[in-house]
């Protein structure tokens, strides 16, 4: 957790007044991996990682940011957005944007911003910056702009301002995350419910690949096509079936032959994920944790041999974990080919297990895993 003092500390020293803070979490998915785009179901939890936001309104049309973390300014005037040369920028920009799209009139304002999200690991910095910021310009310019419009145009700036097809389960996690439940969303309609999620027990713990492969994004948009082809062939047959959702798995197989290998793979991996967040939610129902931790490793088992998106440091951080006393689940999460494993660990065997994890991984791969032992919190809101 980010210590709001930090914030206010800064926004005094540089604007000489004091701000009012907002905090904005970091995120995990627990189970249901590249099925957002499909119009599947996710289960994703706002987590103890955020960012702070510390925001003052203006009487002129100045926008003023500092990034405490790349300690940068970055300014620029509100009737005059266009992409910045500084990268961070652009997430915030491009909420500003979005926000004078709405019609709403808002004047300048500034904002110091900073926080503790591993930035690029998966856990969702990106919307936290956009969601936080969206948030908070609705509290100070009191636009009483509904909840799910915030997610959306946080979504929005991320795909047109910065130019990443990103879906919503990032913003959406960010805004309706609820502290010690997980919440399960319907990425067609949007329509979501909470679980419980009992994190005196349990503890969700992270281990930081610390690699980013450079074919991620190249692979993602390859794997998106090939969902779309598996669409189209399946609707000579079925013409309800708008995307993979739509699909059961009897239905691909009767067709095995009219698909590539991989496609057919592809397919069956997204029916077969969706399936596996329903049992899973189900498990948490009945307070099932055992059973919740095995959907989660057929989950990294699907994305490592249909979907084909883990690398070799994923599937061994998922191999060692799997093993160790108390570790009851365990899968790679985000696009893959680097980032994080998620893992669900028995409170008392967190510290044993995370030894001995990143331990044979610094043996294997010379050098230490990030480590972040989670709790699940609030969505974005006002530190009183
Ligand atoms: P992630 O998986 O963390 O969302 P992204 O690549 O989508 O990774 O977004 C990371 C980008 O978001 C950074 O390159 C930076 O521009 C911006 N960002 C994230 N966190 C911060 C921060 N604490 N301060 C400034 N910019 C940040
Ligand atoms: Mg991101």
């Given at each position: 957790?980010?210590?709001?003092?930090?914030?206010?500390?800064?926004?005094?020293?540089?604007?000489?007044?004091?701000?009012?803070?907002?905090r904005?979490?970091?995120?995990?998915?627990?189970i249901?991996?590249?099925?957002?785009?499909?119009?599947?179901?996710?289960?994703?939890?706002a987590?103890?990682?955020?960012?702070?936001?510390?925001v003052?309104?203006r009487?002129?049309?100045l926008?003023s940011?500092?990034?405490?973390?790349?300690?940068e300014?970055?300014e620029?005037?509100?009737?005059?957005?266009?992409?910045?040369?500084?990268h961070?920028?652009?997430?915030?920009?491009g909420?500003?944007?979005?926000?004078?799209k709405?019609?709403?009139?808002?004047?300048?304002?500034?904002?110091?911003?900073?926080?503790?999200?591993?930035?690029?690991s998966?856990?969702?910095?990106?919307?936290?910056?956009?969601?936080?910021?969206?948030?908070?310009?609705?509290?100070?310019y009191?636009?009483?702009?509904?909840?799910?419009?915030?997610?959306?145009?946080?979504?929005?700036?991320?795909?047109?301002?910065?130019?990443?097809?990103?879906?919503?389960?990032?913003?959406f996690?960010?805004?309706?995350?609820?502290?010690?439940?997980?919440?399960?969303?319907?990425?067609?309609?949007?329509?979501?419910?909470y679980?419980?999620?009992d994190?005196?027990?349990y503890?969700i713990?992270l281990?930081?690949?610390h690699v980013?492969?450079?074919?991620?994004?190249?692979?993602?948009?390859l794997?998106?096509?090939?969902?779309?082809?598996?669409?189209?062939?399946?609707?000579?047959?079925?013409?309800w079936?708008?995307?993979?959702?739509?699909?059961?798995?009897?239905?691909?197989?009767?067709?095995?032959k009219?698909?590539t290998?991989?496609?057919?793979?592809?397919?069956?991996?997204?029916?077969?994920?969706?399936?596996?967040?329903e049992?899973?939610?189900?498990?948490?129902?009945?307070?099932n944790?055992?059973?919740?931790?095995?959907?989660?490793?057929?989950?990294?088992?699907?994305l490592?041999?249909?979907?084909?998106?883990?690398?070799?440091e994923?599937?061994?951080?998922?191999?060692?974990?799997?093993v160790?006393?108390?570790?009851?689940?365990?899968?790679?999460?985000?696009?893959?080919?680097?980032?994080?494993?998620?893992?669900l660990?028995?409170?008392?065997?967190?510290?044993?297990?995370?030894?001995i994890i990143?331990?044979?991984?610094?043996?294997?791969?010379?050098?230490?895993?990030?480590?972040?032992?989670?709790?699940?919190?609030?969505?974005?809101?006002?530190?009183?």
């Amino acid at each position: 957790m980010t210590d709001p003092e930090k914030i206010r500390e800064k926004f005094r020293g540089l604007y000489n007044e004091d701000p009012l803070l907002f905090r904005s979490p970091g995120r995990v998915n627990l189970i249901g991996e590249h099925t957002d785009y499909n119009e599947g179901f996710v289960l994703p939890a706002a987590i103890d990682k955020d960012i702070v936001f510390g925001v003052c309104p203006r009487n002129d049309n100045l926008i003023s940011f500092y990034s405490l973390d790349f300690n940068e300014h970055a300014e620029t005037d509100l009737n005059n957005l266009h992409k910045s040369e500084i990268h961070w920028a652009d997430y915030l920009l491009g909420v500003v944007e979005q926000i004078t799209k709405t019609g709403e009139k808002i004047k300048g304002f500034n904002c110091v911003f900073g926080g503790d999200i591993p930035i690029g690991s998966g856990l969702s910095s990106s919307a936290a910056i956009e969601a936080g910021l969206a948030y908070a310009l609705d509290h100070i310019y009191k636009l009483n702009i509904d909840k799910l419009q915030l997610v959306k145009l946080a979504q929005k700036a991320e795909n047109e301002f910065v130019g990443v097809r990103c879906g919503i389960m990032d913003q959406f996690i960010n805004i309706f995350g609820k502290e010690n439940h997980v919440l399960k969303l319907d990425c067609r309609s949007l329509r979501f419910n909470y679980y419980s999620f009992d994190s005196d027990d349990y503890k969700i713990v992270l281990f930081d690949t610390h690699v980013k492969h450079s074919l991620a994004s190249t692979e993602y948009n390859l794997r998106r096509r090939q969902c779309e082809e598996g669409v189209r062939i399946l609707q000579h047959h079925f013409p309800w079936i708008k995307s993979l959702r739509d699909a059961k798995k009897e239905e691909i197989i009767e067709h095995k032959k009219e698909f590539t290998r991989a496609v057919f793979d592809r397919c069956l991996y997204v029916v077969e994920e969706n399936e596996r967040v329903e049992k899973a939610c189900n498990d948490l129902s009945e307070n099932n944790q055992e059973d919740f931790g095995l959907q989660m490793i057929f989950s990294h088992e699907g994305l490592r041999d249909k979907y084909e998106v883990s690398c070799r440091e994923l599937d061994y951080l998922v191999e060692v974990a799997s093993v160790q006393q108390g570790v009851l689940g365990a899968r790679m999460m985000g696009g893959g080919f680097g980032g994080c494993t998620i893992n669900l660990i028995k409170n008392d065997y967190v510290a044993e297990a995370s030894k001995i994890i990143s331990e044979e991984y610094r043996i294997t791969f010379g050098k230490e895993p990030g480590i972040y032992v989670c709790k699940i919190v609030d969505g974005t809101g006002i530190i009183k």
